[in-house]
């Protein structure tokens, strides 16, 4: 009998220390600020593999694609250089919230930087007037007007003497691409190669 109750007694404390366990938590994030001053939302790397695999979520009444599925549109690799998974998460402009990823390709001082947000419609992207009323002028940049396929709009702006700049593009009425290029001026010229590795087609 002392046996059972021994027994018992050890049975009734892990079961009550199993129940004193924290909850397994799905998702850490922290707030950081952007080079643009705005608030974005950072997916902690030892939490990435618990974050939702749900393609949309419904952001004031619009469904967005989630932050961390926008990186399904980034290449892998540009120039034999793999992508680093910077942040994603939500943020906010003048005319509603949106959801936002930022992803580099850097090497040897030579940097790539790219920025996809999903606005829903172009009706609550602030700067779409400017990608159609693009300047004439800026002073000490080149702007340029890109040729590019239906449903994809953009400009260039380039500066020459210090081989940098970014192509700015709005895509099926939908998501903005900012593209920050800093040492590869070969770019300047084979824009295209560069915006269509981004898969907005599926």
């Not at 992207?125 to 702007?143: A, K, S, T, V, W």
């Amino acid at each position: 009998m002392k046996k059972l109750g021994i027994i018992a007694f050890l049975l009734l404390i892990m079961i009550s220390c199993d129940s004193n366990e924290p909850e397994d938590v799905d998702l850490i994030k922290d707030s950081t600020k952007s080079n643009s001053g705005l608030t974005e939302l950072q997916f902690n790397d030892n939490v990435k593999h618990k974050v939702s695999k749900e393609k949309t979520i419904e952001v004031e009444g619009k469904e967005l694609i989630t932050p961390n599925r926008l990186f399904d549109f980034y290449p892998s690799s540009i120039k034999n250089i793999k992508l680093e998974k910077s942040s994603s998460g939500q943020t906010r402009s003048g005319l509603g919230r949106y959801t936002t990823s930022t992803g580099v390709y850097e090497t040897k001082g030579k940097l790539i930087k790219v920025r996809v947000s999903d606005y829903y419609s172009k009706e609550f992207f602030p700067d779409y007037q400017l990608m159609i009323d693009l300047p004439n002028e800026d002073p000490g940049f080149i702007l340029t007007r890109l040729d590019l396929k239906e449903g994809y709009i953009g400009y260039m702006r380039w500066e020459e003497n210090y081989k940098y700049g970014y192509i700015s593009l709005f895509i099926q009425d939908r998501f903005h691409v900012l593209i920050d290029i800093e040492g590869f001026s070969d770019l300047k010229d084979s824009y295209k190669d560069l915006v269509y590795k981004f898969n907005f087609e599926n």
